[in-house]
């Protein structure tokens, strides 16, 4: 089973950036942590972090018939991406969102999520244990579909 891991603008920043909602953990760190879980849960992973709303396109894109499936905090992007959302609905790979904070208890524009509505699940306020839960949700919904 192969997953494609996708972070969002500013995530490579999380260690010094608000550390308060976001956590102490560096993003070389939560590679590391997403890297071992996969390693635990025998899926192969390929992360990419990038600030530009086209790359994460081209990635979702590129994944088309290579990837099982997709686990992605598109960060900002995530209110504001009809872009994303339509590569999602594109490839049709199954893809669970993850927010390392509760989006849902801060500012109301990050209530909105426009990828997430092309997704099988969403993970919120778990901090980086959140990667952890979205591969297994992912696992567990292509096991049931016979992957
Ligand atoms: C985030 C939540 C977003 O609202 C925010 O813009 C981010 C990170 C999270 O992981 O909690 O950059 O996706």
Known sequence: MKFLVLNGPNLNMLGIREPEIYGAMTYSKLEEYIRGVARQEEIQVEIL??????????????????V????????????????????????????????????YEREEFRHISYPGMACIATVYGMGHEGYAKAMRILKEYLLGEGK
């Open 49 to 66: 972090q990038s600030n530009h709303e086209g790359v994460l396109v081209d990635a979702i894109q590129g994944a088309y018939q290579q």
């Open 68 to 103: 099982d499936g997709i686990i992605m905090n598109p960060a900002a992007y995530t209110h504001t991406s009809v872009a994303l959302l339509d590569a999602l609905k594109a490839v049709q790979i199954p893809c669970v969102e993850v927010h390392l904070s509760n989006i």
